[in-house]
């Protein structure tokens, strides 16, 4: 096609974990050769001008993957904006069309963290078929995806969550366990199956009182539940990349899906 890649990233206000993302996914087209297409607009941009670039971008040949920086201010309709990427350049895998061919066990783009989570089940050979997993959390983004996902690898799946009654048990029971709940630490050793792997999709920010100063965490107590599971992710530096990752494979195979 005689160019590379693009990816377009939508950010919008000053959040510092936000341009934290974007600068990291802007090195990262850097490094593989995508060309990216980054826009910051101002906190108090309208939701139809925002509409109006991402149908620009719907246009452009140049590029493949068009993604909105969340969280947006809260005069802004996240829904709306997404709804409005052409689906076929949905680097996020959030649109209902991307999410109806997951349901269907179709190709089409992947929620960008479960499909990390799969690519490194996958690069650890991991075995899901036949395997019970337990998912905590059920959030578009994340829970709802990811068991669809072990569902297609023909795992047996539980959905559970902060509600559930007997969590403990139910997550006892895990082979494999997923943590999107978004509580800091909200998973001890004690809920863990002894041999389980365990990844952690949570990024929790949590204040040290006496210093200030704030850290991640994820949704899974780390050192206490190492000890217990075979395979554990960290927070930082686990899921975190590999949703990165998944969002320039996502930008890829949309570039791939344009060549003769």
Sequence with gaps: MGRSPGLAVLMVGDNPASA?????????????????FGKHFPADVTQRELEAVIQELNADDRVDGILVQL??????????????????????????LNLGHLVRSEEGLRSCTPYGVMALLKE????????????VGRSILVGKPIALML?????????????????????????????AVGRSEFIT??????????IDVGINRVKNPETGKARLVGDIAFEASE??????????????????????????????????
Excluded: W
């Excluded at 802007?26 to 060309?35: A, F, H, K, V």
């Design 124 to 135: 650890y050979d991991i075995p899901i078929q036949g395997k019970n997993a337990v998912v």
């Design 20 to 36: 934290a993302y974007v600068r990291n996914k802007e090195r990262s087209c850097d490094r593989i050769g995508m060309t990216s």
């Design 151 to 179: 569902l297609e690898e023909n795992a047996t799946v539980t959905i559970a969550h902060s509600r559930t009654a007997d969590l403990a048990a139910v997550t006892r029971g895990a082979d494999i366990l997923v943590a």
């Design 71 to 96: 969280p947006l201010p809260d005069h802004l309709d996240s829904v709306g904006l997404l709804l409005t990427i052409a689906p076929e350049k949905d680097a996020d895998g959030l649109h209902p």
């Design 227 to 260: 000890k217990v599971a075979s395979y554990i992710t960290p927070v930082p530096g686990g899921i975190g990349p590999m949703t990165v990752a998944m969002l320039l494979q996502n930008t890829f195979n949309s570039y791939k899906a344009k060549l003769p």
């Design 189 to 198: 050793a004690d809920m863990i199956k002894p041999g389980a792997v365990v």
